[in-house]
């Protein structure tokens, strides 16, 4: 996952809540990501690690992962996004034949 960080830098991607900044441990940011993506708790993980503690995890999933951290993309915006007309009324008592 870091060879693959390194060409694409999507790791970027998981800013802080607050700050908006990336996150600085990138070690620790593709723990918690690749914990996500197996399905793993963060308790699992932190115990098969042998760097990273149950609750250092934790608190880079609450600012960097959360669903409340992850940017929303620019495509949609509620500015750029294109609403669709409402569909027409059809008439009820017509009938094609």
């Known amino acids: 996952m870091l060879s693959v960080d390194v060409d694409t830098v999507f ?11 990336p996150c600085p ?3 620790g940011l593709l723990n918690v990501i690749l914990a996500e993506g197996i399905s793993l708790a963060l308790r699992k993980m ?3 690690s042998s760097s ?3 609750l250092e995890l934790l608190r880079i999933s ?8 992850t940017p929303v ?9 294109i609403i669709a007309p409402p569909p027409r009324a059809t008439s009820l008592g ?4």
């Open 11 to 21: 790791a970027n991607a998981f800013i802080h809540l607050r700050t908006e900044a």
């Open 25 to 27: 441990d990138r070690i």
């Open 46 to 48: 932190a115990d098969a």
């Open 52 to 54: 990273y503690g149950f």
């Open 62 to 69: 609450r600012w960097h992962v959360d669903s409340a951290a």
């Open 73 to 81: 993309p620019r495509t949609a915006s509620p500015r750029r996004r």
């Open 94 to 97: 017509s009938s094609s034949a």
